[in-house]
């Protein structure tokens, strides 16, 4: 009997030859099961625990590559560069997905970077569209008003100062806190405070627009044609039929939304028009409710309400860009740019766009790629923050490609569920649609456009 | 910021020397608030490596949230203090 497998004293089973021509002294190996069981699971959890070191390092890479610009010095009356976040959910997915990309890979860099930023989410289709787009309307209407107005001060012919008729309502008014708790003893009051992106001669070295996620973008792209082009009031339509929006979760995933019936500014109705819609509304929501519950219906009711204030329905449909009037004929004339009135910063139109796709594949046949995908994740980490740090250094900034820079993150439309683009394209909404643009708009835009990947460049 | 019309606007009855003891409690209270702002906001957002006698961009941002924060805080806390007032106070006049 061959002494080599026989065990050592003490213990049982069957010892391994090889281990004796390896020169290793003699253990039991466990079973053929136990190795296979061991095996898979290690391989698992270390490729899990590789790719979140991986990723670690990359976000401390990024982020120590940019601290330095945080520490420059600022102004007591200075505001630094902001930065506008637009992020929506991927279809048939919530917002949360978005926001674990924007919080682990984006906002690390631009917060250590001492940039602000302001973040504007969307669980439905349409809320980006309609913020951009009522935002340029507000500011046209504005800048419309200012050119109209003229001042009316009343003036005291001996004196020839201002005369106040109030009763101290403009001390009141004027009345400053700051001033009777002697704060500025040492230093000058501010007397306003200016944001960098005002003092910034280049503008589209001022501010930025991240979109994540190709709905955002789109929304994005449509939001500032439409309130550029379209016109400052709600197109007044006839009779609007009220189609139930029944695949349309209020809360929950989100569906492709049926934006364009239902939902318009409640001055353009009548009351008595907008009571019938909301009764028809009602009706139809108790009837396609599996519960049918009195208590749902009025909770259904509020979210509509609130929803219907939030998306509008587009003043300007794509086909009508060409005929729209461009409401700056001063920007094609002369080198200047739009500045928002509060603050005179340049307006979105000319700050520049980084698009960041947000792949997210869902289902039970993806699984296998989804599992690769799930192993591979330091390589869209290490994407994202190269771009985001580009953002951030503002170093490689180029016009807007007409045709060719709409389709920015076309790839991640790949992994949008059939059966949702499907129903989108039935129900002509917004994110199926192909995003359509006009010249006099795009040539004011500019990209974000980094094609180097510095942390693979590092290694 | 001025709450000083306020006073006034709600209890017309008040002699004027009751609304300067009303101006200067809203001064105190003012006072006070700030400089627990200033105390805060300093040990959280300043480092205390003082390298430079500048405030840094890093900073001025931190600066500008924690009073935000600091302030939505204080108007919150205040509403839910409102809250539980009006509810002792009802369930006092409850039998």
Known sequence: MPTSSTPPKGSKGFANSMLKTLGLPAFKLPSRNWMLFWTVLTASLSGVAYDKYEQRKIIDYYTGKVKPLSQKPLDTNKLPRKITVFIAPPPNDYLDSSMKIWRRYVKPILHYSGVDYELIEEENQGVIRTTVANHLRALRKELQSSNNEEDTILFDEKSAQPVSTDNGQEFKRRFDYRDVMGIFHTHQKPKEIISEDSSISDSKLSGGVICLGRGAYKEYITGLHEGLLGPLEAPVEEQLSSTVMEGTALTGPLRSSNDQENILEADTLTIADSAVDNMTAEDKLVGTNISGEATIKEEVDEKTAEQNSKVLKPFISPSEYGAAEFPFPELEMHNTNIRETKNAVPILLHQPVLMIPTPNLLGFLTIPQRIIRFYERRKYCAFVCSQTYGMVKQDTIRPFADPQDLDLGKEEEEDWPRTWVKQGLERKSEWTRELQSDKRVTKFMYIYDRKDNEYDNSK | ?95
């Open chain 2, 1 to 95: 910021m001025s709450f000083f019309g306020l006073g006034g606007a709600s209890q017309p009855q008040l002699t004027s020397e009751q609304k300067v003891k009303a101006a200067e409690t809203e001064l105190d209270l003012v006072t006070d608030m700030f400089n627990k702002l200033v105390d805060n906001c300093h040990k959280k957002c300043i480092s205390t490596s003082y390298t430079d006698g500048t405030l840094t961009t890093g900073e001025s941002t931190c600066l500008d949230r924690c009073v935000a924060k600091y302030f939505e805080t204080n108007v919150k806390i205040g509403e839910n203090m409102q809250k539980m007032g009006q509810n002792f106070s009802s369930a006092g006049k409850l039998p």
